[in-house]
């Protein structure tokens, strides 16, 4: 990722502007404390991991009555003192009310993102930052290798009252073992095949 806007783009943006953005410019950014970051195509391995990852995780029993699992979709971590969202990779969420609705920081219930070593500074630092300040209870980071197989998924849990993550458990074993939220056993062979 890059902070430069591309052609065109303002380099800072509120939450109004940002919707009212063509659908094909704004699937290409985030904006981080009003800053807009352009986000770059990931590779086809990354996306597959992504998509297939949500697909176990829907499959699975959950503890809450209703949740939802989308790869890529906007989630609002604050808007003050500026605005700020993110477009993890996966996100499992509770049931919104409303159809059509985007999940918020306070409906996330885990946020999920695929890492490759050009992006692991970014997803081990700052998002996981803004992820724990922005409340959600779980972040997992599955971290490919260069050749995009599963070298292993960091699961962080919120500790509420430090608003930070802490690590609970690494998926080392070649199956990623759920039980927060969604609970289950997903082998990391069926999500890069």
């Known amino acids: 990722m890059t902070i430069e806007a591309s052609a065109g783009l303002p380099h800072e943006m509120t939450e109004e502007e940002y919707r009212s953005l063509p659908e094909d410019i704004s699937r290409e ?3 981080v404390h009003g800053h807009v970051i352009v986000c770059e195509s990931p590779v086809p391995e990354h996306n597959r991991v992504a998509r297939r990852l949500a697909g176990a995780m829907e499959q699975l ?8 699992v989308e790869t890529d979709i906007d ?20 049931c919104l009310p409303e159809r059509g609705a985007k ?10 993102e695929v890492s490759s070593p050009s992006t692991a500074a970014e997803d081990l630092l700052d998002k996981k930052v803004q992820y724990a300040r922005a409340g959600i209870p779980a ?13 292993e998924v960091r699961e962080f849990r919120l500790d509420a009252h430090a608003a930070e993550y802490r690590l609970h458990r690494l998926h080392r074993e070649g199956f990623l073992e759920l039980e927060h939220v969604v609970l289950g056993e997903i082998s990391f062979a069926d999500l890069t095949r």
């Open 103 to 112: 999940p918020e920081a306070g409906d996330a219930l885990i946020v999920i």
């Open 139 to 151: 972040y997992l980071v599955v971290s490919l290798d260069t050749k995009y197989d599963i070298e």
């Open 75 to 94: 989630v609002v971590l604050w808007r003050v003192p500026k605005f700020t969202f993110r477009r993890p990779d996966v996100t499992v969420y509770r």
């Open 29 to 31: 950014i985030e904006v």
């Open 61 to 68: 029993p959950s503890t809450e009555p209703c949740v939802r």
